[in-house]
């Protein structure tokens, strides 16, 4: 039996039940063509495993690097990184395994395990269910990596769409904790401003994939009755953004979205954190997930080179240690 937060109005939900079905539809056709599948190792089917959370336990994906680069990382003194990779889809969807391609490419290519966790959403639950369920699969990455044979120095964060911004969402919840952070953050085709008025989501396009009607949704549903200005709820309020680790932005030319992602990318900037950002041109949200291929490939390396870069940091300061 569906069930439904009863804040969230039944239009609204229902609105949002009808978007959940047809999003398998809409991810066959455009979202999951074989020509953005780049990893360079045949990387196994993910494991299907329980992570226990406040909100009850997640089933999430598990992707494992090959066995040659687990035995090669071991022999180095070292333990495989742990990327943990959160899919989009309005707060609404739940399918997790939209990260495939995504990955499949970091598992092989950055020899890390990849989680991929299959969050609640709405109409379901509503805000902050989702940050709060991501949060703590970050810390039971963070508190089994031993028996895993991870390494709990190298777990970073990351998501494309909404899964950006519950990215963003582990390193806040990080500092209210004064917890250990990520040691890195990527955002792809992310929000951060859900409040934002819908006229200064502007494109170029005629016919862009992120609508008003569908950030009011948004709004009407995961965000029902929550204050819209809370920096929980729009982390480009965020004040403590020079203790964000390194960051990576990406969006796309198109993308109504992109606006609030460049002035958050501005802002970490200029409170000193370290920031690359990158903006894709001719192409619209979901642009790591869909053709042009060339596109996609360059974003999912771009995405790579980030993580190893922070990877890579952690592994120098340890031996010099």
């Known amino acids: 039996m569906l069930t439904t937060d009863p804040r969230i109005s039944p239009v609204a939900a229902q609105a949002a039940w009808s978007f959940q079905a047809l999003f398998p539809m809409v991810h066959h056709l455009y979202y999951s063509s074989p020509r953005v599948q780049f990893a360079s190792k045949p990387i196994a089917p993910p494991k299907v495993i329980q992570i226990p959370t406040r909100h ?22 070292e333990r495989p990184p742990v990327h943990i990779a959160i899919h989009g889809g309005a707060f ?19 020899g890390a395990y990849v989680l991929a966790p299959d969050y609640l959403t709405a109409p379901t639950v509503r805000f902050p269910v989702a940050e709060q369920q991501c949060y703590d699969i970050y810390r039971w990455a963070l508190a089994h990596a031993h028996e895993r044979g991870w390494d709990d120095r190298r777990i970073s964060v990351g998501g494309q769409s909404a899964g950006a911004k519950l990215a963003v969402s582990i390193v806040q919840q990080a500092l209210d904790h004064d917890f250990r952070r990520p040691v890195a953050l990527s955002t792809e085709n992310g929000t951060v401003d859900i409040g934002r008025p819908d006229e200064r989501r502007v494109s170029p396009s005629l016919t862009p994939i992120v609508t008003p009607d569908l950030m009011k949704l948004v709004r009407t549903t995961y965000f029902a009755g929550t204050d819209l200005t809370d920096p929980r709820v729009s982390p480009l309020h965020e004040t403590r953004l020079d203790r964000f680790p390194p960051t990576l932005v990406l969006t796309a030319e198109l993308d109504t979205l992109t606006g609030e992602m460049r002035e958050f990318a501005d802002r970490l900037a200029a409170a000193g954190a370290s920031v690359t950002y990158r903006e894709f041109a001719g192409v619209d949200h979901g642009f790591t997930h869909a053709e042009p291929a060339s596109v996609a490939r360059e974003a999912l390396a771009a995405i790579a080179g980030h993580l190893r870069t922070a990877y890579d940091a952690v592994v120098r300061a340890r031996r010099v240690g």
């Open 56 to 77: 009850g336990p997640v089933r999430t994906l598990v992707y494992v690097p090959t066995h040659a680069d687990r035995r090669r990382m071991v022999e180095a003194g």
């Open 92 to 110: 609404i969807v739940r399918m997790p395994e939209q990260e495939d391609n995504v990955a499949r490419y970091l598992a092989s290519e950055l």
